[in-house]
């Protein structure tokens, strides 16, 4: 088991908060619209998941978007589930910084006034990423931006997605 919480210092805050939910716990279950395709479902019998809340706004979490690709292409067939949760207003952007860096991951959107995951979650710090295993238990809560391609978070996302 992981257990930990990691905070690197470079992101982008909104508030100095750290997440509702700790490791050890299960992901609550929500819906959310999808850029491009319908709706997706995110729940504890689902998992592993790796989400992943960004804006298009914040330099670090588009430093690391390369790396969640990669993530995606190398787990896809594992089955752990790469999901970019942005929290841009403006779909538009989104979409456009999405087909300029060629991303394949999927992007589901917290947009105010629809589902707000991120509130009921209190992710208040940009990039901050959910490992969640296949029980839909939080094994990792990463605050930052992070090097996805890096062997130590690889070997944990191996262990993750089992």
Not at 86 to 96: A, G, I, P, R, Y
Request: charged residues 20%; aromatic residues 10%; negative net charge.
């Amino acid at each position: 088991m992981f257990g930990s919480v990691s905070f690197i210092f470079s992101a982008c805050e909104r508030q100095k908060k750290i997440p509702k939910v700790t490791v050890g716990q299960s992901i609550p279950t929500f819906d959310m619209p999808a850029l491009g395709s319908s709706p997706v479902t995110v729940s504890a019998e689902n998992g592993p998941y790796l989400l992943n809340f960004w804006a298009t706004w914040c330099p670090p979490c588009r430093a690391e978007m390369g790396g969640l690709d990669r993530v995606h292409v190398a787990f896809a067939d594992r089955g752990l589930k790469v999901f970019g949760i942005s929290v841009d207003e403006d779909l538009f952007l989104v979409q456009e910084y999405i087909l300029k860096e060629k991303l394949s991951f999927p992007i589901l959107l917290d947009r105010n006034g629809q589902v707000s995951v991120r509130k009921m979650l209190e992710v208040n710090v940009y990039p901050t990423s959910f490992l969640v295993n296949k029980v839909g238990q939080i094994t990792e809560i990463l605050i930052g931006e992070q090097d996805w391609d890096s062997e130590s978070l690889r070997q944990r996302l191996e262990k993750l997605a089992g």
